[in-house]
């Protein structure tokens, strides 16, 4: 039986950088909170897959969970958006199986570093006629819909915002059984101003 392994790695990490440049959406850095894994199949790397802060503004993702305008900033650090998932492997199944590790596994690794319990997790998938969800469908997420295709940019904090259009994409989540949104935490970086949409991921 093969053994699938990951291996917790910095963003810059060298071999996570190789697999992250050949990803289908552009390498443009990481922020907030984050963790990246190098995928291990028998001792050989074969795939990269990575968590972040949740974006700010969805409003079917809010509605899965039962974000609020009053509770999101300290509830939305137990969303963990899966930003980057790469495989380069193809065996039936594989990735299901590391998808469903990657869940526990960062869902643990999360609670520890930034001591927030994990709900559930985000997605964003760009459909192409190869590229529809099926893999988040097969591990049981569920599909909210699309997000409306434009996102807003700003140079620097206090610049006015910019609303350019985007690539829509399709939008899945999964909550974590017996667990509940933070109602503690607030992370810096969880503010409407600072954070990505989900276009720009």
């Given amino acids: 039986m093969s053994t699938i392994e990951l291996i917790k790695c910095k963003r810059t990490d060298a071999v996570y950088q ?5 990803h289908y959406i552009a390498n443009r850095g990481t922020h907030g909170q984050q963790m990246h894994y190098k ?3 028998d001792d050989e790397i074969v795939g990269i897959i990575s968590g972040a802060s949740s974006v700010w503004a969805v409003k079917a993702r809010d509605e899965f969970f039962g974000l609020t305008k009053e509770n999101k900033r300290k509830a939305l650090p137990s969303i963990i ?4 998932f790469r495989l380069e492997k ?4 594989l990735a ?10 960062c869902a643990k690794d999360w609670r520890e570093r930034y001591n927030v319990e994990p709900h559930g997790f985000e997605t964003f998938v760009v459909e192409t006629d190869f590229r529809k969800g099926t893999l988040y469908k097969a ?3 569920i599909f909210l819909g699309e997000t409306f295709g434009s996102t807003k940019s700003h140079k620097g904090l206090m610049n006015k915002s910019v609303r350019k259009n985007t690539n829509k994409k399709m939008i899945y989540a999964k909550k974590i059984p017996k667990t509940k949104l933070s109602t503690e935490y607030e992370a810096t970086w969880n503010k409407p101003r600072r954070q990505l949409s989900p276009n720009s991921v």
Avoid: G, M
């Fill in 81 to 84: 958006n899966n930003t980057v």
């Fill in 96 to 105: 299901t199986q590391v998808l469903a590790l990657w869940r526990r596994r």
């Fill in 39 to 41: 995928i291990s199949l």
């Fill in 139 to 141: 591990d049981n997420w």
């Fill in 90 to 93: 193809h065996i039936p199944n």
């Fill in 18 to 22: 190789e697999f992250r440049d050949r």
